[in-house]
């Protein structure tokens, strides 16, 4: 495959904008080479600026889950152009689509609309301490929450890609009042509850991490957040920025039964244009202006294209078994994929909840932590990361990001897909 106009692109790039890119993970600095410039999508696939066609397990990192430019969505934004862009007024739609959010998802009683997922979860955070009257919050190491201050303390996502899970900038009275424990680990969360609970403004979590690659729950880790926050008087926060009608259409408290206190939203509800929210028990979210004392504030929040496409993706979501066959999909993707590495004797291992998934180059039998993630083959990743993009397949370019699996791939594209991965795991295999 040919890459002169990206490598072109990435050039004029660097000089006008930091890195060359609008968001870190985008830079491909784990896995080597240039980033893809990407010109188009259409269904499963995405089109790069030379031209070279991949099937696509990106998806804008989760948006795209009826796949690109999907009919209906299309529609829905080309009859809100007809009526205008936006307001800073309160629409209709932005009532509907609040409504339709809190028939689906369990804890949301009220939801208001953001313009980013870091929005969404830096609003819940403050919304939280100013509901508790306390300021230390919890979160979980390789855990991403968008580039809030307080959170970026061993965050996941681009800033374990880079290596730098802490930031600069960020002032050490912020990272101070923000505690870390080990995700899955329940017994950590009840020891530190034991001591500090009643101090503990929040927990806030992503309730199957997708930014250190996927990690889902083990049993009883969510319903032990639970307890401990009821025990304590501390909010729950699910993030379900990337889980949120992903992993099922009630998001992820729908699927393992526990209801946080709060939500956090984002990615598919805005149907990959800028969208977050955040949402839950009515008599905390009562404490936000203009009714209450926590302030929180958009100009852009409810925009008319970003709820137009929201309320055409939920239509969407909604079809009978729209899930099962998501999940289905993935599942057929997950398995043909592992038959392959176990055929070349390839280290390989999956996971997955609904139509999100994860691979890892390593020999755990399931991946449930961050330091079994940390184990993993860096230089195999590498090479399989290349060899599927040689090959037509377009993957996040790090270790620790999930995939994702749109209504748009079929059993083609999922064929394509296991072809290109028999010749990744042989390419790895000939390396060792
Ligand atoms: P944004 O501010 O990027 O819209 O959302 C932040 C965020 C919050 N919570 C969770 C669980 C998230 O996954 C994210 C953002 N996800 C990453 C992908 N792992 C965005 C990709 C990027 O940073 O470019």
Redesign the pocket.
Known sequence: MKHDRSQALFEQAQKVIPGGVN????AFKSVGGNPLFIKGGDGAYVVDSDDNRYVDYVGA??PLILGHRNPAVLAALSKQLEAGLGYGATTAEEVSIAEKMCALVPSLEQVRLVT??????MSAIRLARGFTRRDLIVKFEG?????VDGLLVKA???ALTLGEPDSLGVPKSYTELTHVLTYNDSEGVKSFFKEMGEQVACIIV?PVA??MNCVPPVPGFLETLRECCDESGSVLIF?????GFRVGLGGAQAVYGVTPDLT?L??VIGGGL?V?AFGGRKDIMGHIAPDGAVYQAGTLSGSPLAVAAGLAMLDALTAPGFYDELTATTASLLSGMQERADAAGVPFTTNQVGGMFGCFLNSAEKVTSLSEVITGDAGAFQKYFHVMLENGIYL?PSAF??GFVSKAHGPEEIQHTLDAAEKAFHRIKQSV
């Open positions: 968001s870190p993970v985008r990192y989760g980013s997922g870091t929005e969404a979860t855990c991403y929450h968008g580039h996941g996502s681009g992503e997708g930014n993030d379900e920025v990337m889980t956090a984002g990615k800028p977050g996040a990001e999930a």
